[in-house]
């Protein structure tokens, strides 16, 4: 069982280099100790789900071990700027004032096509529009225009708009009343049940969905089988 | 610090398990070796009643530890010694000196192979 312990730290540590060393365009959403932590887990698991001669301990306390250095790189992660940087890597400028930075796409792996692809999807066609691009940890590309090409906002215009803005909270959820969710809002059982004689509802079991926001603005979805 | 001293706690938990786990089937397979050693000895001797009590009294030491052996241990690493167990009380009861000092030999080594497994040593660890 040591035997597994230390293979676990070790096949850990191992896989967490070398997807740093893969560089960003690998990862995709993850960060590369939550990717580890994934593809690790779900095979520890497999293996001893479908081998009965292997104790369950073998499989439970690798996977125990793994989820304690993940939380524990996290603490460290959350102390230390530099071993954040050693861990998740630091953002990589790739574009800067429309020019490509080649030796960061080349030390991230980062292709042309996947640059041009990312554009693509931000509504980019032509790099020239583009102020910066920046390769962040995730993997994922972040690009900033010039402000002439960036979308024009009231602010912009210098229109004086009214905030209208509202957070909705959630107070009935498939017939389920959240209660604590009611009383932070500052309303109570009556008000709830005037709501839902004014819908001619008589129960919340027949809403499928209620939200109220700071404006007291209430949206009520009935049950399709109570509409 | 709640952040840290959880998973570092229990961390040192596993690993001190695992460290006691090993030291405890050493300890217990080196215990089942001097039997056997003593019942070869008998054997040799042509006392065989003698020799089958003392293998009894090993298989029935060795029987009231599998569960938690099993909870630990590579279940085919096991059954492996329960058929040499096995194979033993037969030529035991034979009076089959040669394979019967055969069969206790590949008994002790099983034993020690159950302890190699459960060690720490960089050979197991690489």
């Known amino acids: 069982m040591t035997t597994a312990f230390f293979r676990t730290v070790i096949l850990y540590f191992i896989l967490m280099v070398g997807l740093r060393l893969m560089g960003k365009r690998q990862i995709g959403e993850l960060e590369p100790s939550e990717l580890v932590l994934t593809l690790i887990i779900s095979d520890l698991a497999a293996v001893p789900m479908q081998d009965f001669g292997i104790p369950l301990v073998n499989g439970l306390f690798p996977i125990i071990t793994l989820l304690c250095l993940s939380m524990l790189l996290s603490f460290f992660s959350l102390k230390s700027i530099r071993f954040r940087g050693l861990v998740c890597g630091h953002p990589t400028v790739i574009v800067r004032e429309g020019k490509v930075l080649q030796q960061n796409m080349a030390r991230n792996r980062f292709t042309v096509d996947e640059l041009f692809e990312q554009l693509r999807c931000q509504g980019y066609s032509d790099l020239s529009a583009v102020k910066y691009a920046i390769l962040e940890t995730s993997g994922q590309v972040s690009i900033l225009a010039y402000t002439k090409d960036s979308p024009v906002t009231p602010q912009t215009l210098n229109y004086d708009v009214q905030d209208d803005v509202t957070l909705p909270v959630l107070l009935i959820n498939d017939g389920h009343v959240l209660s604590r969710n009611l009383e932070g809002s500052g309303y109570d059982q009556n008000w709830l049940d005037k709501q839902l004689k004014s819908r001619r509802l008589t129960s919340p079991r027949q809403v499928f969905l209620m939200t109220v926001d700071e404006a007291g603005a209430v949206v009520c979805v009935a049950k399709e089988e109570a509409a | ?126």
């Open chain 2, 1 to 126: 610090m709640k952040a840290f001293y959880i998973p570092a706690g229990l961390l040192a938990l596993i690993l001190a398990f695992s460290l006691w786990t090993g030291h405890y089937v050493r300890q217990r397979t080196n215990h089942w070796i001097a039997l056997l050693e003593h019942t070869d000895t008998a054997a040799m001797e042509e006392n065989w009643s003698e020799a089958e009590a003392r293998l009894r009294t090993v298989y029935d030491d060795w029987d009231s530890s599998q569960r938690f052996f099993h909870t630990i241990m590579n279940h085919s690493d096991l059954d492996e010694a329960e058929s040499l167990f096995a194979g033993a009380r037969a030529v035991c009861s034979q009076k089959d000196d040669a394979d019967f000092h055969l069969m206790l030999a590949q008994l002790k080594e099983q034993m020690h192979l159950l302890a190699e497994t459960q060690s720490v040593s960089i050979k197991n660890i690489l």
